[in-house]
């Protein structure tokens, strides 16, 4: 009688860990099914980016106008600085725009005791 009163107990704390190995089973395959779908989402707006994605025939165009009317307009600025010294050098030194030195830093018009007499 005791052998069938352990055997008994040994089922009920084998059935209990099967229970418990069972629910981790299902919660890890319900997560599974939720990591698949959210993959199969991801792909399916990475084909429909892709499929999107592609340039319609007027854009196209739009880009390469715009791409030509920026090279040209850098061609403009790289010719300018040149056009701006040759007139430079016609005109008298006193008459001359003194340039701006990109070094040096201009002073704030307030001090800090401004600030202090707010605060």
Do not use: C, N, W, Y
């Not at 993959?39 to 990475?46: N, R, T």
């Amino acid at each position: 009688m005791a052998t069938s009163f352990q055997r008994s107990e040994f089922e009920q704390l084998l059935s209990a860990q099967l229970l418990q190995l069972s629910e981790v089973v299902e919660l890890l395959a319900d997560r599974v099914m939720a990591v698949e779908e959210g993959l199969a989402q991801i792909e399916s707006g990475l084909h429909s980016a892709e499929a999107a994605g592609g340039l319609s025939e007027e854009t196209g165009e739009l880009l390469v106008a715009s791409e030509q009317k920026v090279r040209v307009l850098r061609d403009r600025l790289e010719l300018l600085p040149q056009a701006v010294e040759g007139t430079h050098e016609d005109e008298p030194e006193s008459e001359r725009v003194p340039e701006s030195d990109p070094e040096m830093v201009e002073e704030p018009l307030m001090d800090d005791s401004f600030d202090q007499m707010i605060a």
